[in-house]
C-alpha cells in the first residue's frame, strides 16, 4: 500500500492493550529509504472547552478539571477530553465526556480544530470543541476517574497556561485556539 507517507512493506503487531496498539511498521518513504517505525495506534479523543457565560462576555468563565494523571505522577489541569468509543462521533465523545467529568450539558457545541497529539510515534487525533450555553451540574466520572472541577475566568486560564500551571497539550491548544480565533478579549 502506497500513500503520502510512503509505502507499508510490512506490519507486525507487538502488543494489543485495552485502549491502544503498538506495531511495528516496516516503510519505504518518499524518498525510497526502508525503516521500521514503532507506531501507537490509537482510536481518537475528543476534548470540549466549555463556556459557562457567554463568549462574547469581558472575560467568559471556563470549566476546567484538575485531575489525577498516573503518568504525570499527580493532578493535572485539563479541558474536559475521552477517548472515542467504537463508531462514536467525535462530536458525541465530547458530549459525553463532558456530561460524564463535570455534570454539565451545553446548547451547542461546535468544533474549533483538529490535532495530531505526537505524530512522530502515534496516528492518534484529538477533535477540539467549544461548548456554549453550558450549565453545570453534577460530575458523573468513571471510577478510576479523580477529578475535582473548576469554573475559572479565561483571564486567569491564561495566565495558568502562561504561568506552567496547565502543561496538558491538548487543553493548551484548544484554549489558546479559542483565544486567538474565537473570542473577542
Not at 458523573?140 to 502562561?162: G, K, N
Request: charged content about 25%; proline content about 7%.
Amino acid at each position: 500500500m502506497t500513500d503520502s507517507r510512503g509505502e507499508v512493506l510490512g506490519t507486525r503487531r507487538v502488543y494489543q492493550g485495552r485502549l491502544l496498539q503498538v506495531d511495528l511498521d516496516r516503510v519505504r518513504t518518499p524518498n525510497g529509504t526502508e525503516l521500521d517505525l514503532e507506531m501507537i495506534r490509537h482510536p481518537g479523543a475528543a476534548a470540549v472547552v466549555p463556556l459557562l457565560s457567554d463568549a462574547a462576555s469581558a472575560d467568559p468563565v471556563v470549566l476546567l478539571i484538575h485531575q489525577y494523571r498516573y503518568a504525570a505522577r499527580g493532578l493535572v489541569w485539563e479541558v474536559p477530553a475521552g477517548v472515542l468509543e467504537p463508531g462514536e462521533s467525535p462530536l458525541d465523545c465530547a458530549r459525553r465526556e463532558l456530561l460524564e467529568e463535570t455534570g454539565a450539558v451545553a446548547d451547542r457545541i461546535e468544533p474549533l480544530t483538529t490535532v495530531y497529539t505526537t505524530p512522530g510515534f502515534t496516528d492518534e487525533r484529538i477533535h477540539l470543541f467549544l461548548a456554549t450555553g453550558v450549565r453545570a451540574g453534577t460530575a458523573a466520572p468513571r471510577p478510576d476517574e479523580l477529578i475535582e472541577v473548576h469554573p475559572q475566568p479565561f483571564s486567569r486560564v491564561l495566565e495558568m497556561i502562561r504561568d506552567g500551571q496547565i502543561v496538558d497539550a491538548k487543553s493548551i491548544v484548544a484554549l489558546l485556539f479559542l483565544a486567538g480565533y474565537r473570542l473577542k478579549m
